[in-house]
């Protein structure tokens, strides 16, 4: 029921931070869909580079699906949204808020940026694994994402 | 699911969904699945894309309805097609930050490529088995109305 892709995987590009979230992000996937590979974005600087292919990040895939944090050095995440759904070959490019700001400002502004999804980050470890889970189960599973093309 | 401290929600208020398509087999189904979902979702029904803009700007017979909380559309739709309503909420300042939700029995890619670029949050086929649409339905549920935090609303009344 997965879309079937080239080489059958499932690019995601997780904007994270806090290496412990990224950790547990990583094991989560692994558990949760063994065809997603997934690419880590320290910063939001780092984050442009790999969506546009710039320097190191010169074969970067494209991904599938973005998991963005909002609060992250060098270029925020509200930045990063705005600039990939302006970007007229990015913004089809599924993008869910992953953060742990409640804030309804925060919300509330990410959806009018075109956010796809916002979810919090569940503080026990078990929710948040589960929540991971519920993002490959629907974005990964049933959800109809746009088809790849390798050669931008 | 309905832990209050969840933070999901504050209050128990419904929440509101909003249907829109025309096919009588769909919206009995749909219906359905959300009644053995979710026993806080109300879920309103548009036939068509005009009747689906009268209900968001609260036009006619529509002064009262509730802002959806998220919106399931379907793309082909009589008098105003799905794209066309698809279009409308996301060019629209209020309308925008509603979570809009494709569910159509389109596959064709140019469908789906031009409802992302329109800004649907979501695109998903509709399973032709029954227990296969009511996993959807449920699946919808689960993440859109327990997981995703959804904008607060406005308080239109």
Do not use: C
Request: charged share 30%; glycine share 4%.
């Amino acid at each position: 029921m997965t879309t079937s892709r080239k080489g059958g995987l499932i690019e995601v590009l997780l904007v994270e931070d806090s290496p412990g979230d990224v950790r547990l992000t990583r094991e989560a996937f692994r558990d949760a869909n063994s065809s997603v590979r997934l690419h880590i974005a320290n910063d939001g600087v780092e984050a442009m580079a790999f969506l546009r292919q710039e320097g190191e990040h010169v074969d970067a895939p494209r991904p599938d699906f973005i998991l963005l944090d909002l609060n992250l050095p060098k270029m925020d995440g509200r930045e990063v949204l705005a600039l990939i759904k302006r970007d007229d070959s990015l913004k089809t490019i599924p993008t869910v808020i992953l953060t742990t700001s409640d804030a309804e400002a925060d919300i509330v502004r990410s959806y009018q940026l075109q956010a796809n999804a916002y979810l919090t980050k569940p503080v026990q470890l078990d929710a948040f694994e589960s929540l991971v889970k519920s993002i490959s189960d629907f974005w990964l599973t049933r959800v109809k994402l746009p088809q790849q093309r390798k050669n931008r | 699911m309905n832990d209050p401290r969840s933070g999901m929600r504050s209050d128990m208020s419904p929440l509101e969904v909003l249907l829109v398509e025309d096919s009588p087999g769909d919206v009995r189904l749909t219906r359905d699945a959300f009644i053995n979902t979710n026993d806080r979702v109300n879920l309103s029904v548009a036939v068509d894309g005009a009747e689906a803009m009268a209900f968001l700007r609260n036009e006619g017979e529509y002064g009262n309805a509730p802002k959806p909380d998220l919106i399931l559309l379907d793309l082909n739709l009589p008098k105003i097609d799905g794209r066309e309503v698809l279009a409308a909420i996301k060019t629209d300042d209020i309308l925008r930050s509603i979570p809009t939700i494709i569910l159509t029995t389109s596959a064709a890619e140019s469908d789906i490529v031009k409802s992302y670029k329109l800004q649907a949050n979501a695109y998903l086929r509709k399973p032709v088995q029954l227990d296969a649409f009511d996993n959807l339905i449920r699946s919808i549920s689960d993440f859109w109305l327990t997981k995703v935090k959804l904008p607060r609303q406005g308080g239109r009344s």
